[in-house]
Nanobody, 123 residues
Framework: QVQVVESGGGLVQTGGSLRLSCTAS????????MGWFRQAPGKEREGVSCIDWSGGSTEYADSVKGRFTIFRDNAKNTLYLQMNSLKPEDTAMYFCAADVRPFVCSATEYTYWGQGTQVTVSS
């Protein structure tokens, strides 16, 4: 049974940093593309960043480029999202997702999802 679990969310002031983690079990982690998505109240889910199975290819939403970094440790079955220079508009529930294809970035293409971790950035 595949499980995807996010952690690391919390309350931070504008300009602060957080590192989100996502562990995946029940699958061969380094066969899977991984992604981070977020959803703010009253808004649609949006893609934040995605990474291929090896960590060699990444993509970012324009809104987070230069501030967020996605990376993975396949030996630990863990995906990360380092978030710096946080802004109030980054406030959202952040979700991790996994798919067996080598590199996907669209939310509709992901098979497995976590329950999310809340990030709140105060102004």
């Amino acid at each position: 049974q595949v499980q995807v679990v996010e952690s690391g969310g919390g309350l931070v002031q504008t300009g602060g940093s957080l590192r989100l983690s996502c562990t995946a079990s029940g699958l061969t982690f380094d066969d899977y593309a991984m992604g981070w998505f977020r959803q703010a109240p009253g808004k649609e889910r949006e893609g934040v960043s995605c990474i291929d199975w090896s960590g060699g290819s990444t993509e970012y939403a324009d809104s987070v480029k230069g501030r967020f970094t996605i990376f993975r440790d396949n030996a630990k079955n863990t995906l990360y999202l380092q978030m710096n220079s946080l802004k109030p508009e980054d406030t959202a529930m952040y979700f991790c997702a996994a798919d067996v294809r080598p590199f996907v970035c669209s939310a509709t293409e992901y098979t497995y999802w976590g329950q999310g971790t809340q990030v709140t950035v105060s102004s």
